[in-house]
C-alpha cells in the first residue's frame, strides 16, 4: 500500500486518516487506527533492506502482522473481557450480581477489579494473543498478496480498483476468521466465567478439552459461517474506505473506477 510509504513521514495524519476507514464506534476507531500504525511500522522493521520506495516483502507482511496481533492483545483482551461479561450478565455472571446493577461497559469493568483484581480484567489475555497474532499475520498477508494477484504492480503503484480492494479486504478477513476461529471459541468461554460461575475451566486445555467431549469438535466452529460473512463485507469496506481516505489526504484522492479489475 502506498499508506505504508507515507505512515513513516506523515504519521501525524494517521488517525484522522483512520476515522474515514473506521465504521465501529470510537473503541473500533482506536484499535483500528492503533492496528494499522503498529503494522506500519513493523512491516518496515522486520524488512529493513527493502527500500522505501518499494512495498515490504510477503514475509515482512506476514512477521509484522504476527507481531501487531500480540501487541494490540494487550488492549483488546480487557475490551473484549467486559463486552463478553455485558452480553452475559443475566446468565454466568448474574448469579452474584443482579443484572440491573451493571449499567454499562464501565461498571462491569469496576465490579471486575473489586471481585478479581488486575488478574481478573486480564482474564483470557494468553488465548487472545494465541488468536490473535496468526489472525492479524494471514490478515495483512492475504490482503497484500490477494490484491497483487488481482491487480499485478498495484503494490508498489497503489492504482488498484476499488472492486480489487473490497475482494482483497474481505478475503483477508475471511483468511483470519478461519485460521483462528476454534481459539475464539474458546477465549470466549473463558472470559465469559466469573468466580461464581458453575462451570470451571483450568487453563486453556482444560477449557478446549472439555467443550469437545461435551459438545464434540463440531462447538469449535460453531457460527463459522455468519463470522465470515460479517467479516467479508465489513473487512473489504474498511480496506476500501481506509485506502481512499489516505489517497484523499496524500494522493489527490487518485483511484481507478473502471469495471475491471
Not at 7 to 27: E, K, P, Q, V, Y
Not at 185 to 198: D, F, H
Not at 220 to 239: D, E, H, Q, S, Y
Request: aromatic share 10%; proline share 3%.
Amino acid at each position: 500500500m502506498l499508506v505504508f510509504h507515507n505512515f513513516l513521514t506523515n504519521g501525524f495524519h494517521f488517525d484522522f486518516a483512520l476515522i474515514f476507514a473506521s465504521a465501529d464506534r470510537n473503541i473500533c476507531t482506536l484499535q483500528n487506527a492503533m492496528v494499522f500504525q503498529i503494522y506500519a511500522i513493523l512491516s518496515r522493521a522486520f524488512d529493513s533492506s527493502v527500500s522505501a520506495t518499494d512495498p515490504p516483502s510477503y514475509k515482512g507482511v506476514a512477521l509484522a502482522g504476527v507481531g501487531t496481533g500480540a501487541l494490540q492483545s494487550m488492549m483488546l483482551s480487557p475490551v473484549e473481557l467486559v463486552k463478553i461479561r455485558l452480553q452475559l450478565h443475566n446468565t454466568s455472571y448474574s448469579t452474584s450480581q443482579s443484572a440491573s446493577s451493571h449499567t454499562g461497559p464501565i461498571s462491569v469493568a469496576k465490579s471486575i477489579l473489586k471481585t478479581e483484581g488486575i488478574r481478573g480484567i486480564y482474564r483470557g489475555f494468553t488465548i487472545t494473543v494465541l488468536r490473535d497474532a496468526p489472525s492479524h499475520g494471514f490478515y495483512f498477508w492475504t490482503y497484500e498478496y490477494v490484491r497483487e494477484q488481482l491487480h499485478p504492480g498495484c503494490r508498489k503503484s497503489g492504482q488498484e480498483s476499488l472492486r480489487t480492494m473490497l475482494i482483497a479486504g474481505g478475503l483477508a478477513g475471511v483468511a483470519s476468521w478461519v485460521c483462528c476461529y476454534p481459539l475464539d471459541v474458546v477465549k470466549t468461554r473463558l472470559q465469559a466465567q466469573s468466580p461464581s460461575s458453575p462451570e470451571k475451566y483450568n487453563g486453556i486445555i482444560d477449557c478446549l478439552h472439555k467443550s469437545v467431549k461435551r459438545e464434540g469438535y463440531g462447538v469449535l466452529w460453531r457460527g463459522l459461517g455468519t463470522a465470515v460473512a460479517r467479516a467479508f463485507v465489513v473487512n473489504g469496506a474498511v480496506f476500501s474506505a481506509y485506502e481512499i481516505a489516505l489517497r484523499c489526504l496524500f494522493n489527490n484522492g487518485n483511484i481507478q473506477t473502471e469495471n475491471t479489475i
